[in-house]
């Protein structure tokens, strides 16, 4: 069997091409236009949602160092509260039923990023799954890995808890180029607070005891970080802080370790804009449309930021650049009008050279000819202005010769003296000419 001909890269694979960098492009400029996507990943009652209400407690408070958190509209606002209520007033937490977006504004010294948080049920991360969440986690901006050390001792309970965040990993390995997550990804190990009790330990953790820790009981997922997200870290983080009595809060909620991720996401955020601000250049150097709405969106979530200056500089500089091309261009193709001006005016000169040289041609028809290549040639004086001259002097020549015919004729025009007078103006070299001439009309007059 004949093999069949090979294909041939046409109009349609490159128009292929343009739609895959136009949607690659789309969805750069998606992310840094639009607000941040934060996914809190965890299984049911690993405490995400008490995590989240007391992320907001703390930041809005004022209780976590240079960072403060907003809620960005009323629906946010009262989720939130309505958790926290519950929580001070020392209720056991209870589990999500609902998926739920969240609003939120994250002031981190004078950056500000707008941040959608979803609070769900932990039920939809298990493998095997396909709940909305996923989308969601799908397209996220920063994830934090939920993980409780004390929920379970069962190995094959904690594979599986692994097993869920590899499979997410997975996700975002798959559409990388260099089989990274190509998002800053942190590790939070939940309700640390357990553990210390469990060790001995008082209420601080140490930097060993946490990586040791992380080793033994999750070994899957901190293989899979150091190898395609090299820049995570792992927080130990507790909400209510020691005396918890299972899901109820303490007398005294004293938090641990909550101010850590904050920092870090939004300076893991920051540092991927810029990053991604780069790579825009790169890619779409030429949009300039697309760059300023880019750098107006970075502009206003750093306001202050060193590379903010660098950035509109650099787009101002490419801008300048652009006029003075579009000048450039616009001169080459003035100047290309011009040439082609130029020729069809030499061309209509050299027709008027070859009509003169006839000589079946009359000298009215000549007179005529080289008055016509001054009417249809307006820009002759301009551009070829010795030609002109030379135009305007043969139109003379030839009227004073067309003169002379139409007295030896008998057949003069009636503007004849018109157009000798104009010859004698143009042409008072011809003078001598002229007046033999009117001489020559005079006898013929006489005789009559």
């Not at 492009?25 to 209400?53: C, M, Q, S, W, Y």
């Not at 601080?204 to 005891?209: N, Q, R």
């Not at 909400?239 to 870090?264: H, K, T, V, Y």
């Not at 300048?320 to 000048?327: S, Y």
Request: charged share 30%; hydrophobic share 40%; glycine share 8%.
């Amino acid at each position: 069997m004949d093999a069949p001909p090979p294909r041939v890269a046409g109009k349609g694979s490159g128009t292929s091409v343009s739609n895959r960098r136009t949607t690659r492009l789309d969805a750069l400029e998606a992310r840094l236009t639009g607000p941040k996507r934060i996914a809190l990943f965890g299984h049911r009652n690993v405490g995400k949602t008490t995590l989240l209400a007391m992320f907001y407690r703390q930041a809005a408070g004022g209780l976590v160092p240079g960072v403060r958190l907003a809620a960005a509209d009323a629906p946010t606002a009262e989720y939130l509260a309505e958790k926290i209520a519950q929580i001070e007033a020392g209720d056991p937490t209870t589990g999500t039923l609902s998926e739920t977006e969240l609003h939120l504004r994250l002031y981190h010294g004078p950056a500000r990023f707008e941040l959608i948080v979803k609070d769900y049920q932990g039920e939809h991360v298990a493998l095997g799954t396909d709940e909305p969440i996923q989308e969601f986690f799908a397209g996220c901006d920063a994830v934090f890995l939920c993980l409780d050390p004390e929920g379970s001792s069962d190995a094959a309970e904690r594979r599986r808890r692994q097993q869920e965040v590899e499979h997410l990993l997975e996700r975002y390995i798959e559409r990388s180029d260099d089989i990274s997550t190509e998002r800053p990804v942190a590790l939070l190990l939940t309700k640390f607070d357990r553990v210390l009790a469990r060790e001995g330990r008082g209420s601080t953790a140490d930097e060993a005891f946490v990586e040791d820790l992380v080793d033994r009981q999750y070994g899957m997922t901190r293989h899979a970080l150091r190898q395609h997200a090299p820049d995570g870290v792992i927080f130990a983080v507790s909400s209510f802080g020691a005396g918890s009595d299972g899901n109820r809060p303490p007398s005294e909620i004293r938090p641990m370790g909550l101010e850590g991720p904050l920092g870090w996401v939004a300076e893991q955020l920051e540092s991927h804009d810029r990053a991604q601000m780069e790579l825009l250049w790169e890619l779409a150097g030429d949009d300039l449309p697309r760059l300023r709405r880019c750098l107006a969106a970075y502009e206003r979530r750093y306001p202050r930021s060193n590379r903010t200056y660098e950035f509109r500089e650099r787009l101002a500089k490419q801008t300048r650049g652009r006029k003075l091309r579009h000048l450039a261009w616009g001169g080459a193709a003035a100047a290309g009008l011009v040439g082609l001006a130029a020729l069809y005016d030499l061309w209509g000169y050299q027709r008027a050279v070859a009509f003169e040289s006839d000589t079946g041609n009359t000298a009215t028809a000549v007179a005529s000819r080289w008055g016509a290549l001054l009417d249809e040639h307006p820009t002759l004086p301009y551009l070829l202005p010795r030609y002109a001259r030379d135009a305007r002097i043969k139109v003379a020549e030839w009227t004073v010769k067309a003169g002379g015919v139409q007295v030896a004729a008998g057949t003069v025009d009636p503007d004849l003296d018109a157009k000798l007078e104009a010859a004698r103006v143009q042409a008072p070299q011809l003078a001598p000419a002229i007046r033999e001439g009117e001489k020559s009309r005079e006898l013929v007059r006489h005789d009559e």
